[in-house]
């Protein structure tokens, strides 16, 4: 499939079909469901970037909206769901949802190779994001992009051919070291 060769990762740390991959390739956002104070899910849109060599899709959040962080530190599980096609170049593709464990990094980080593989995916879906990237509206924003890195370990895959969600989803348990 062409997309998967022009996404250029390494799909060997995520053992999915290729429909599945070419989403999660492919696709410019999910959503990402944590569990609040509560005990109610809280969805929040999410660029998200595959690090399938570590077994990773990596998400980040601005220190100024903390609640997924101090969500995902209370209650660890969480789910990505890849259902909007829109800008993906892909047609009928299955909605894929990813649910696992994630962590947040202690540390607040402003740059380092993640970071900066972040920023370059967002760039990419968002065009419009560059303006906000650049002087003088960068200086007024420096908050933005000290960020909390989340890191999602994959535990369950399930998809549904076509994007149908009132069909049963076919489904692939992932090992813990995925």
Known sequence: MAELEQSGLDRAGFPLPDEVWSVLACFLVCELATIGRDGVPQTWPAVPLLLPDRGQVLLTTSIGFPVKAANIRRNPRVSLL???????????????????????????????????????????????SRRFTAPPLRGFLDWYFMRLLIRVAPRRVSWWAGGDTSRVPMVRELPDEC
């Open 82 to 128: 890849w259902s909007d096609p829109t800008g993906s170049g892909l047609s009928a593709p299955p909605s894929v949802l990813v649910q696992g464990h994630a962590t947040v990094d202690d540390d607040v980080a402003t740059w380092n190779d993640d970071l900066a593989r972040h920023w370059r995916r967002v760039r990419e879906v968002q065009p419009a």
